[in-house]
């Protein structure tokens, strides 16, 4: 079986860089590179992955696009500009040269939701599909209405939700969240990556039946065409194994069609981050 993972992190850790990872991650607290992955990519059949950013830094952007020139696994990269720029166009000229940098992200879960409104980040942001360059959308539950505007506003921008919104696991509070998510059951530009999961649950706790919830509603939203496996890797790593969060997945997909899990563990990363 042929798997993408569509989330991955790569860093030399900095607490200056890094300074998202608090005391409570210490496992986080040191390099994370593409040469830790080859035992893990071989035990569990992954042929490759889309490197994401985890820092808001242009210099993380160009190092990831360095380990994806040095390592044919990492298939796409999906970096960090500031779209809200003035000079937003000569920056997306100059990594038009850059063939696996497939898109861009910022941390709008930090951000509040007028950020999505704003005039400067609409420019940007207006500015990615004539260039075939995807949205990773970051956000909390309460940020899922302006997303589904944002993403209602622009509908040949293809956008991905990380992490499934990062839904309310641990606290067992899903009906807001199910309610806002079924908005973007029309909108085809919109995918979503079942990723992230595990550290939404109790990191210490958790059970496979904690997850069924949010994988039946991202199912019937999304439906199998517009779903994408994520491990999250090395932050995963917070409340599980690399091989724990895979077969979450791969067990709640057990009575799939061969097709429909050869389209959300394969084909819709190939389709959707225009991999090679």
């Known amino acids: 079986m042929q798997i993408i993972d569509t989330h991955q992190h790569f860093w030399h850790y900095t607490p200056e860089e890094y300074d998202w990872i608090d005391d409570k991650m210490e496992v986080l607290k040191e390099d994370y590179l593409p040469n830790h992955l080859k035992s893990i ?19 993380e952007t160009r190092r990831l696009l360095s380990f994806a020139d040095h390592h044919s696994f990492i298939k796409g990269v999906v970096g960090w500009i500031d779209l809200c720029a003035e000079n937003i166009d000569e920056l997306l000229e100059h990594y038009s040269q850059y063939p696996k940098l497939k898109g861009f992200r910022h941390v709008l879960q930090s951000e509040p939701n007028e950020f999505m409104e704003g005039e400067d980040f609409l420019r940007g ?3 990615l599909s004539k260039r075939n360059l995807t949205y990773d959308v970051l ?27 990062k839904p309310h696991i641990r606290q067992k509070d899903l009906d807001t969240w199910k309610d806002m998510m079924s908005n973007f059951q029309p909108l085809p530009n919109v995918f979503c990556k079942v990723s992230g999961m595990v550290t939404e649950a109790d990191w210490h706790e958790w059970r496979y039946k904690d997850f069924i919830p949010v994988m039946d509603t991202v199912t019937e939203v999304f439906g199998p065409d517009r779903i994408m496996y994520g491990s999250d890797w ?17 067990t709640y997909t057990s ?11 394969y084909k819709n990363a190939i389709t959707f981050y225009h991999l090679d």
Do not use: M, R
């Open 255 to 265: 009575d799939w069609s061969e097709d429909e899990k050869h389209k959300v563990l």
């Open 139 to 165: 956000i909390y539950p309460k940020h899922l209405f302006s997303a589904y505007h944002l993403a209602k506003k622009f509908p040949d921008q293809q956008f991905v939700i990380d992490h499934c919104a």
């Open 234 to 250: 090395p932050v995963c790593l917070l409340a599980g194994s690399y091989k724990n969060v895979l077969d979450i997945l791969l």
């Open 125 to 127: 942001l207006s500015k």
């Open 41 to 59: 990519y071989e035990a569990n059949q992954i042929e490759g992955c889309v490197s994401v950013q985890a820092s808001s830094t242009e210099t």
